[in-house]
Nanobody, 117 residues
Framework: QVQLVESGGGLVQPGGSLRLSCAAS????????MGWYRRQAPEKQRELVA????????TYADSVKDRFTISRDNAKNTVYLQMASLKLEDTAVYYC??????????WGQGTQVTVSS
């Protein structure tokens, strides 16, 4: 059974930092592309935040480039999202996802990040 469990969300002031973690089980983690999406409001679509391939190649949405950093620890089956210089518009539910080479995808339940003064 595949599980992706996010943690690290919470309330932070503008300009602050948070680190999200996603612990994966039930998959051969180092064979998967991992990433983070977010949904800023229930009526909005999920948007890509960042991805990291099994080889460590990263991509970012323009809106978070130079502020967010995605990384992975294959020994711990965990992917991280370090978020800095947080803005009000970064408020969202953040979802971890895993994508296999055969395009099977799995999603976590999400963790809320709220940026507010």
């Amino acid at each position: 059974q595949v599980q992706l469990v996010e943690s690290g969300g919470g309330l932070v002031q503008p300009g602050g930092s948070l680190r999200l973690s996603c612990a994966a089980s039930g998959i051969t983690f180092n064979f998967f592309r991992m990433g983070w999406y977010r949904r800023q409001a229930p009526e909005k679509q999920r948007e890509l935040v960042a991805t990291i391939t099994r080889f460590g190649v990263t991509t970012y949405a323009d809106s978070v480039k130079d502020r967010f950093t995605i990384s992975r620890d294959n020994a711990k089956n965990t992917v991280y999202l370090q978020m800095a210089s947080l803005k009000l518009e970064d408020t969202a539910v953040y979802y971890c996802y895993a994508l296999s080479a055969t395009s099977s995808d799995y999603w976590g339940q999400g963790t809320q990040v709220t940026v507010s003064s």
